[in-house]
């Protein structure tokens, strides 16, 4: 994703990473599995696609939900 979405998108998935900690180590696994590989499928995608692919990972309710249902610390957006 070049341009200027390269710190948003690493920001991001380091933000999903870091709430990841929080989960059971075999969830946490495979979530860091699918994270990865999302993420990588979407490396190469133009501008418009990876604002639509920014756009619904930060207004997944699971960078809020996920710390609250595992007691993890909160992330504000």
Same mark, same amino acid.
């Given at each position: ?6 710190? %948003?998108?690493? $920001? ?5 990473? *870091? ?9 946490? !696994? @495979? ?9 990588? %499928?979407?490396? $190469? ?5 990876? *604002? ?9 309710? !699971? @960078? ?14």
């Amino acid at each position: 994703m070049p341009g200027p979405h390269v710190s %948003r998108v690493r $920001a991001l998935y380091k933000r999903v990473l *870091q709430l990841h900690r929080v989960l059971p180590p075999d969830l946490k !696994a @495979l979530g860091d599995q699918y994270v990865k590989d999302e993420f990588r %499928r979407h490396k $190469a995608v133009g501008s418009d696609e990876a *604002q639509r692919f920014l756009q619904e990972w930060e207004a997944s309710g !699971a @960078l809020v939900s996920l710390p609250k249902t595992f007691g993890g610390p909160s992330v504000s957006r």
